[in-house]
Every structure is written in structure tokens, then in C-alpha cells.
């Protein structure tokens, strides 16, 4: 009898085990999807900056068609980018649009001394500040989550509540010094 009781203690404390492991893992994740929630807003203001940035642009570098039609294709890739994943990719895929915008404006003195394309370019630094922070919470977030799934007893767990690896949001490796510089961009 006593035997039946240490197996059913055992038993529960497994179970019990469990549940907390399993609710660990659920929390991880919905804090790595509120953090993915808090990019999205900073990439909403950027993505809504966009058509106002062009157009300025395009005033003064109208035979530009190439780098306005990427910023515009990388755009509407955003737009139509459904889940997380993808939606991190078309995102990358802006980025280094924008990094190709910024670079032709450097390249008309009279765009650069424009006031509207001043209060532009510094909305764009104030967003591309607050991007980099809650990437980096992001990634944080993505990190501890990647972490308990891979750890015991996370990983007995992890594979019952389908819980799998998520990505890191990343600056594309050609664009790193670029992108990071853009908040410096000086007029």
C-alpha cells in the first residue's frame, strides 16, 4: 500500500511538474510575441514615414527611378507579409531599401539643406532609435524563449505544446554598418 502511494506522489509531482514547465513555456512565448508586437508599432511609423520620405527625395532626384521603385516594392512587401517570420524578412528587405534612399539623398546638397526632408530624416532617426530597442528586447525575448525549450526539463515538455525554435530579428549581414548608421546621418 505504501508502494501505491509513492507511485501516485511520484506521479503527481511529475504531472505537477509539468503544468508549471508547460506554463513557463507558454509565458515565454507570449512575451517574445509582445515583443514582436512593440517592433511592430516603431515599423508602422516608419512604414507610414516612408511615402512622405520618397516624395521629398524624388523632388530632387526624380531620375532615381530605381532606388524609388525598391523602396516601394520593399514596401509593399511589408504590406502583404503574413506571419512573423516573413513578416521580419520584408522588413530586412526595407531596410536596406532605406539605407539606399538615404544614401542617394547624400548625394543632392539642396535636398539635404530642405527643411520638410530635415524634420523627416530626424523622424526617421527617432524611429530607427526606438526599432533598435525593442529589437534588442525582442531579441531577448526570443533568446530566453530559445533557451527553456532547448534546456531540461524545458525540452521533455517543449516538443508536447509545439513549442519550437523561434528566429532572431537580424540586420542583414551586407547592410550591418549601414543600418546601424543611420540614426547618425548628419545634414
Known amino acids: 500500500m505504501e508502494i501505491l502511494y509513492v507511485i501516485l506522489g511520484l506521479g503527481a509531482?511529475?504531472?505537477?511538474?509539468?503544468?508549471?514547465?508547460?506554463n513557463r513555456l507558454?509565458?515565454?512565448r507570449q512575451n517574445?510575441?509582445?515583443a514582436f508586437?512593440?517592433?511592430?508599432?516603431?515599423?508602422?511609423?516608419?512604414?507610414?514615414?516612408i511615402p512622405n520620405l520618397v516624395e521629398t527625395v524624388k523632388g530632387y532626384?526624380?531620375?532615381e527611378q530605381a532606388v524609388f521603385e525598391n523602396v516601394t516594392e520593399a514596401r509593399a512587401g511589408v504590406s502583404k507579409a503574413s506571419g512573423t517570420n516573413?513578416?521580419?524578412?520584408?522588413?530586412?528587405?526595407l531596410g536596406a531599401a532605406m539605407m539606399?534612399?538615404?544614401?542617394?539623398a547624400e548625394n543632392y546638397p539642396d535636398l539635404k539643406a530642405d527643411t520638410n526632408f530635415q524634420q523627416l530624416m530626424a523622424e526617421v532617426?527617432?524611429?530607427e532609435n526606438k526599432i533598435s530597442a525593442a529589437r534588442r528586447f525582442f531579441n531577448n525575448a526570443v533568446q530566453e524563449y530559445n533557451t527553456a525549450i532547448q534546456q531540461i526539463p524545458g525540452n521533455l515538455v517543449a516538443p508536447l505544446g509545439s513549442f519550437g525554435p523561434k528566429e532572431y530579428f537580424e540586420i542583414p549581414e551586407g547592410s550591418r554598418g549601414q543600418i546601424e548608421a543611420a540614426p547618425e546621418v548628419k545634414f
Open 13 to 22: 509531482l511529475l504531472v505537477v511538474g509539468g503544468i508549471v514547465i508547460y
Open 26 to 28: 507558454v509565458a515565454l
Open 32 to 34: 517574445r510575441n509582445n
Open 37 to 49: 508586437s512593440d517592433i511592430e508599432v516603431q515599423l508602422k511609423q516608419r512604414f507610414d514615414l
Open 61 to 63: 532626384a526624380s531620375h
Open 86 to 93: 516573413e513578416r521580419l524578412a520584408a522588413e530586412k528587405t
Open 100 to 104: 539606399n534612399l538615404f544614401a542617394v
Open 125 to 127: 532617426s527617432d524611429i
